[in-house]
């Protein structure tokens, strides 16, 4: 049993170091880039149809 846990672990580390490939640094400024952009974008469409909807429950109420 702890013969196949040092086994799994090995490969692990294996598969990490080895076989991965992790991005540059220009990749992950990009991509963070594109997921502030995409979260600007969305926080201000929910504030417009909030403040929409704010107006509109003014109008009724």
Known sequence: MFK????YCKACYDEL???TTWPTSA???H??????????VIA???FCMDSLF???LHLIY
Do not use: G, Q
């Not at 196949?4 to 086994?7: A, D, E, L, Q």
């Not at 991509?31 to 600007?40: N, W």
């Open 31 to 40: 991509s963070a880039m594109v997921v502030l952009s995409a979260s600007l």
């Open 27 to 29: 990749e992950l400024t």
């Open 44 to 46: 201000l469409v929910v």
């Open 4 to 7: 196949k846990i040092v086994n």
């Open 17 to 19: 170091a080895h076989k």
């Open 54 to 56: 704010r107006f509109m």
